[in-house]
């Protein structure tokens, strides 16, 4: 956004002094020397901070050339901020949580708030959002109370690849507590990276001080080596879904074979249906055999047979229990 401000532009003004009354370091009183202007928006409309900044009044004092800024500025606002943090939390609820588009976000300040924020302002203040939130999910305080009734943990690993060449999301997750620790994209999937994140758990396991009962993962060569590694005497269990993908491959290659058959002999489906559709808006003739609730539940029966199938032919997401 840019730092100019629209010249019809009407701010609140809002005053800020400096809290603290006498210098810490010799105790004299504390004088206003200047003041420093900040601008931002909020959902009540643009607010014109002014931070009276102090200085010790003592000439002889080390802290007179310091200038002191209100710590309720801090309550506010960032420092260089345009924004205040009542409208960071509104558009970063509405991105994480209701998943809402930038688009969408600017619309709805502009509509309803008056406020004009750029597609790019707006995605830089919600990338802020998003690291203030994993800083805070990554606090080991808020991780100590959170295990504080847990005996010990247990961990798993696994990635994922959006496309072959992109980079790949590591995920490290803790069953107990279904939580997310963290992940990390490497472009790179050696032995050496995926040992890296192994240590990283370990080093969050020990300093909630809990112990790591087990390890669930795919047979991925560098989850195996790595976790053998850093946790030697820690069993390492294949993770059921990957554990039954392997098993069903066989079932899975049939199934996949017996569709191509299918293919090649179920022809004509979309026409079937097309047929049926024209004759269920003909008007019915007297001397038909079939009544029009009759001619309807036929013709429904036909039409699902189509759907079920198409649905056979093209259905490839049941799953290894379901080919």
């Not at 931002?40 to 643009?46: A, D, H, R, W």
């Not at 080991?140 to 496309?163: A, H, M, N, W």
């Not at 795919?218 to 005497?233: L, M, R, S, T, W």
């Not at 198409?310 to 799953?319: F, Y």
Request: proline share 4%; aromatic share 8%.
């Amino acid at each position: 956004m840019s730092s100019k401000w629209p010249s019809e532009t009407q701010f609140r003004e809002v005053i800020l002094k400096v809290e603290d009354n006498v210098c810490k370091i010799c105790g004299s009183k504390l004088i206003i020397r200047s003041e420093r202007i900040h601008r931002i928006y909020s959902l009540e409309g643009p607010i014109k901070l002014v931070c009276k900044l102090s200085c010790c009044s003592n000439w002889q004092c080390k802290g007179r050339t310091t200038l002191i800024n209100p710590k309720s500025e801090i309550q506010i606002t960032m420092p260089r901020w345009k924004i205040g943090w009542d409208l960071l939390l509104w558009m970063g609820f509405r991105r994480l949580k209701r998943h809402w588009s930038v688009p969408q976000i600017r619309n709805e300040l502009l509509d309803n708030y008056q406020i004009n924020l750029s597609e790019d302002t707006i995605t830089e203040y919600t990338g802020r959002y998003q690291l203030m939130i994993a800083a805070r999910h990554q606090d080991i305080s808020r991780f100590k109370s959170e295990y504080k009734d847990c005996l010990d943990v247990i961990l798993t690993i696994d990635g994922l690849q959006p496309e072959k060449g992109h980079e790949t999301l590591y995920v490290v997750r803790e069953l107990r507590k279904q939580r997310i620790w963290f992940a990390e994209s490497l472009l790179s999937s050696t032995n050496s990276e995926i040992l890296k994140l192994i240590q990283r758990a370990s080093s969050i396991s020990k300093q909630l001080g809990k112990s790591v009962r087990g390890w669930v993962s795919d047979k991925q060569d560098a989850f195996v080596i790595a976790i053998a590694a850093e946790f030697p005497n820690v069993p390492h269990r294949y993770c059921n879904n990957h554990f039954l993908l392997d098993l069903a491959k066989l079932v899975l290659e049939k199934d996949s074979s017996a569709k191509v058959q299918m293919r090649k002999k179920v022809r004509g489906l979309r026409s079937i249906e097309k047929e049926i559709l024209v004759q269920l808006d003909e008007p019915s003739q007297k001397n038909e055999e079939l009544n029009p609730e009759q001619k309807k539940y036929a013709a429904n029966i036909v039409l699902d047979y189509c759907s079920t199938v198409r649905g056979i032919l093209n259905d490839n997401h049941g799953g290894p229990l379901k080919p």
